[in-house]
């Protein structure tokens, strides 16, 4: 053991009492950094899940972010050529070819993809009428794409492929018209055709509008009903890295040409709030460990103070002043390394202990816990900050130690 460390521990028992508020600092200010950034960054975890992951992190529409350049422009792009009243040609709605581009997108690494085809119905039953949005699905990959399949209290999306004549509806439409499982509705398109449908599943998302009014059937069925041959009108795109999304979106985009809008682009705002909060949550656990490093900066400027006429005796011994600072760089250090690992084992069990909270918001039916994020990133970011912060509160005391000039201590002494 290098005599600068052996110096450095014999300081640190010497004064336990000292050594022991010092330690508390650090194990305390670890803890309570874990805590506080689980559950931060668990809410915000919850909080994607919740709003994010319910809805597609890309969207591709049937639609062109700009308007296409029409012939005569491209034919004269210099010329003195001016447009108007221009008419549309009129086509069936979709992106063209939806199968070749499914296959382009599906190359691209770290994604799930769905096609969905989604129009307007009206559902009836036993003379109620209720307007609302049916998704033509494929149900294999609607389930990679969406939380759905979570949500089914009954049925499951599979049954859309045993039954392709079926629908899924929501808990809401279900009470709204007291259907089961097994009984018919009708289902008619704005365009006037209608028919007759299965009830295959319900399902249940907590939201009482999307349960009300959105239902799910075969995707060929979809495509009949509104008589979109080969066509669909959306790619839903989920992305292991949801942050990736507004890249990978533009890079769909070029390559299909058609409108794909990332979750961030769409939701700017909520990105902005999840910013401010870690900058937050950041700001108030740094600012405990600065609190815990001015008690390690108090103990070690005593011990400073009184071992002067010893750090002299070890000046005319022969120490450098390189090694009394690396005396009290190590005794920073060293409480700040004792301090991580008790602090690292406290917070986890704090964070263990805010995970079995219970809570039930008023007017809510299911008990939800408090979200906790049990990432490896924090506790490696903890014992950075608490040895960073240690060894600057140790550098003050350790420069001024080794500063001391023995032949003036020694003579007065």
Request: glycine share 8%; hydrophobic share 45%.
């Amino acid at each position: 053991m290098p005599i600068q460390l052996q110096i450095a521990l014999t300081h640190l028992t010497s004064r336990k009492r000292q050594t022991l508020v010092s330690l508390s600092g650090v194990v305390l200010g670890v803890a309570f950094f874990l805590a506080v950034s689980a559950l931060m960054r668990g809410s915000e975890q919850d909080f994607i899940k919740r709003l994010v992951d319910n809805s597609p992190h890309i969207t591709v529409y049937d639609e062109y972010r700009h308007p296409q350049i029409q012939p005569a422009q491209l034919r004269w792009p210099d010329g003195a050529v001016h447009i108007q009243h221009l008419t549309p040609k009129t086509e069936v709605r979709g992106i063209r070819s939806y199968r070749e581009k499914l296959a382009l997108i599906e190359t691209l690494p770290g994604l799930r993809i769905a096609p969905v085809l989604i129009g307007p119905v009206v559902l009836s039953f036993a003379g109620r009428d209720q307007a609302g949005s049916l998704s033509g699905i494929i149900p294999s990959k609607m389930k990679t794409v969406s939380t759905i399949q979570e949500k089914m209290q009954q049925g499951s999306l599979d049954a859309l492929t045993a039954n392709p004549n079926g629908i899924i509806i929501g808990r809401g439409l279900s009470d709204k018209f007291q259907i089961g499982l097994g009984r018919n509705l009708s289902v008619a398109t704005q365009d006037g055709g209608s028919r007759v449908m299965k009830v295959v599943g319900i399902f249940r998302t907590g939201n009482a509008i999307y349960d009300e009014s959105q239902s799910f059937a075969n995707l060929k069925r979809a495509q009949v009903m509104f008589d979109r041959p080969n066509r669909i009108n959306r790619f839903i795109i989920q992305l292991d890295d949801p942050y990736q999304a507004r890249d990978i979106a533009h890079r769909i985009e070029t390559a299909i040409a058609y409108k794909a809008t990332s979750w961030t682009e769409a939701s700017e705002d909520i990105l902005s709030l999840l910013t401010v909060r870690n900058i937050i949550m950041f700001s108030v656990v740094l600012a405990i460990l600065i609190v815990a490093s001015f008690g390690i900066y108090n103990t070690l400027s005593t011990i400073v103070i009184e071992k002067t006429r010893d750090i002299a005796i070890l000046k005319s011994m022969g120490f450098h002043a390189n090694d009394i600072r690396l005396i009290f760089l190590f005794e920073g250090s060293i409480i700040g390394a004792i301090g991580s690992v008790f602090g690292l084992l406290l917070g986890a069990g704090l964070m263990h202990i805010l995970s079995t909270i219970e809570v039930k918001p008023p007017g809510v039916t299911e008990k939800a816990f408090l979200p906790i994020w049990w990432g490896i990133e924090q506790f490696e970011l903890a014992v950075l900050f608490a040895l960073s912060s240690c060894i600057l509160a140790a550098y003050l005391p350790a420069r001024r130690a080794g500063k001391v000039h023995p032949v003036e201590i020694l003579r007065g002494a």
